[in-house]
């Protein structure tokens, strides 16, 4: 009898360290930075927004502030030459999304143009590329990956 309830002792304080493990741990992995608490992701204004068209001229990898994972920077050439720097979004949500970009594709683009590292940068809510549209943000610039029960909360 007494191994019996040693035995079922052991099987509830096992059962209990691991559920406490895995809680810990689904509060400790990192959620990359994106989130809407974040001050790079609140830089969008829906009161700048700039429409244009272009095409690209670089797709490049960036890490907006420190703590958060790599993003995807477009270099977009306008035709009258200028080139403008543009932010998509987390390359985890973007490279899981159509349409894929490269470079060459002629776009048209949606967003926020804001002042970044000294440097006016436009912080993508819409891409246009041929007859499919890749929607990053809504109009107020809460950012599609949020998660539908996070962007309630936040317009709430």
């Given at each position: 009898?007494?191994?019996?309830?040693?035995?079922?002792?052991?099987?509830?304080?096992?059962?209990?360290?691991?559920?406490?493990?895995?809680?810990?741990?689904?509060?400790?992995?990192?959620?990359?930075?994106?989130?809407?608490?974040?001050?790079?992701?609140?830089?969008?204004?829906?009161?700048?927004?700039?429409?244009?068209?272009?095409?690209?001229?670089?797709?490049?990898?960036?890490?907006?502030?420190?703590?958060?994972?790599?993003?995807?920077?477009?270099?977009?050439?306008s035709s009258d030459d200028q080139i403008m720097s543009v932010h998509l979004g987390p390359a985890w949500y973007v490279n899981k999304?159509?349409?894929?970009?490269?470079?060459?594709?002629?776009?048209?683009?949606?967003?926020?143009?804001?002042?970044?590292?000294?440097?006016?940068?436009?912080?993508?809510?819409?891409?246009?590329?041929?007859?499919?549209?890749?929607?990053?943000?809504?109009?107020?610039?809460?950012?599609?990956?949020?998660?539908?029960?996070?962007?309630?909360?936040?317009t709430k």
């Amino acid at each position: 009898m007494n191994k019996f309830k040693f035995l079922i002792g052991l099987i509830l304080i096992s059962g209990l360290m691991m559920y406490l493990s895995i809680d810990a741990y689904a509060q400790r992995r990192p959620r990359g930075g994106w989130g809407m608490n974040n001050q790079y992701v609140r830089m969008f204004n829906p009161d700048s927004m700039v429409t244009f068209k272009g095409t690209v001229a670089s797709v490049d990898k960036f890490t907006p502030r420190k703590g958060m994972s790599y993003g995807i920077h477009l270099k977009v050439k306008s035709s009258d030459d200028q080139i403008m720097s543009v932010h998509l979004g987390p390359a985890w949500y973007v490279n899981k999304q159509e349409p894929k970009i490269q470079v060459g594709d002629e776009i048209e683009l949606s967003g926020s143009k804001v002042m970044y590292n000294d440097q006016y940068v436009i912080i993508a809510s819409e891409l246009k590329k041929g007859d499919k549209t890749l929607q990053l943000r809504d109009k107020s610039g809460i950012p599609l990956w949020a998660g539908k029960g996070m962007r309630q909360r936040i317009t709430k």
